[in-house]
């Protein structure tokens, strides 16, 4: 296996604050990989520390096996498409792309080839002369993204950049980003507080919580294993429940319920429980399947999707529950009493 990043137990430490706590991982060269994380968690200052801009207060940092020690920005062979993109405004397309080649005095023949290719590269051929005030969100963000690539880093460090578009944009651009990835075979690093663009996005995703990985996994691990109860929380919709007992095989929660789950070797403390995973559909029929008796409060249609939010009886606390795609719910009304189930598996426990 060939990595192109490897981090080894790095720390940062701003005076008596530890921003980052003794993070290892490594990145295969060529992947997609995202960190994730809420704001402060220490994204940002890890990014940093891999481009250079802060020192790593405690382990190593390696980029293509070569220790980042000592070594300053401009001679890492990393590259920064920041949020606000920093382009020149005053400077054409093809001027803006050129920038970083001229400034490494490269012939002008290679110069040119160059930013030709990386224009064909990110669909932005016939754009060369425009100056960027004259393009699209989308359009800009694919100039700094060539700008940064034209320079042939061996990793491209992407901070938040679609944060400052606008939704319908963004959800077209993670496709865009994915597959200007695969094309062409750059290392991306991509940090990002929405979980959305990281599970879209990613091969793989690191997700950060007070300076520390929680879980790095591929995205569907993610969502299906959450690691720890953070991850279980913030990944994906989830239904928490506060686990108040566990005996014989069966937990039970502090809204009343009680539900199977045999073979957990601690004690748990929180539950966990994805919106589509309860079974609507003649629940009782089924083998390790805890059943949950609940009252419709409202009935929740988004058009493509519809959700039910439910009152877990005998107490006040709300569940979410997702209808499958085609599920028949001309039956279902506010008020209703509806009895659901929830296998086994399904339930994701916690110590903490
Ligand atoms: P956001 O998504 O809000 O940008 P982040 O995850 O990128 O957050 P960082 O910018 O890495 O977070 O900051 C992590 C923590 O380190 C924060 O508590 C921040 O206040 C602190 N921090 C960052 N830079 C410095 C600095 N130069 N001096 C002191 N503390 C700092």
Do not use: W
Not at 60 to 80: K, Y
Not at 158 to 173: I, N, Q, V, W
Not at 174 to 186: A, M, P, S, W, Y
Not at 243 to 271: H, R
């Amino acid at each position: 296996m060939s990595y192109v990043l490897e981090i080894n137990n790095v720390t940062k430490k701003f005076g008596d604050f530890t921003a980052v706590k003794s993070v290892s991982f490594n990145v295969e060269d060529g992947g997609f990989f995202s960190i994730l994380g809420g704001s402060g968690c220490g994204k940002t200052t890890l990014l940093r520390m891999i481009s250079g801009f802060e020192d790593v207060t405690e382990g190593e940092l390696l980029i293509r096996g070569e220790s980042m020690a000592g070594i300053p920005p401009e001679r890492r062979p990393v590259n920064i498409v920041f949020q606000n993109l920093a382009l020149f405004p005053m400077m054409n397309v093809e001027k803006n792309v050129a920038f970083g080649l001229q400034r490494q005095k490269l012939p002008k023949k290679e110069v040119n080839n160059r930013v030709t290719e990386m224009l064909e590269r990110v669909g932005l051929v016939g754009f060369e002369k425009k100056k960027v005030t004259e393009l699209s969100g989308g359009q800009r963000q694919r100039v700094a993204i060539a700008r940064s690539l034209v320079l042939r880093p061996s990793i491209l460090l992407l901070d938040e950049p679609l944060g400052a578009l606008d939704r319908k944009l963004r959800e077209h651009m993670k496709i865009e980003l994915k597959v200007l990835q695969r094309e062409i075979g750059t290392t991306f690093i991509y940090i990002t507080h929405d979980q959305s663009e990281a599970l879209v996005m990613s091969d793989h995703v690191a997700v950060m919580n007070e300076g520390q990985f929680e879980q790095i996994d591929t995205p569907k691990n993610l969502y299906k294993n959450p690691a720890t109860s953070f991850v279980a929380g913030f990944v994906g919709e989830s239904n928490e429940f506060n686990i108040t007992g566990y005996a014989d095989g069966e937990l039970t929660t502090d809204n009343g319920c009680k539900l199977v789950k045999p073979g957990l070797d601690f004690q748990p403390k929180k539950l966990f429980i994805r919106p589509e995973a309860f079974i609507l559909d003649s629940p009782e029929t089924l083998p390790d399947v805890a059943l949950i008796n609940t009252r419709i409060r409202n009935i929740l249609f988004d058009g493509a999707n519809t959700k039910l939010s439910v009152v877990v009886k005998e107490s006040s606390d709300e569940m979410l529950i997702s209808l499958p795609q085609n599920a028949k719910f001309d039956n279902l009304h506010d008020g209703d009493d509806l009895q659901v189930g929830i296998h086994q598996d399904d339930l994701k426990c916690y110590k903490n």
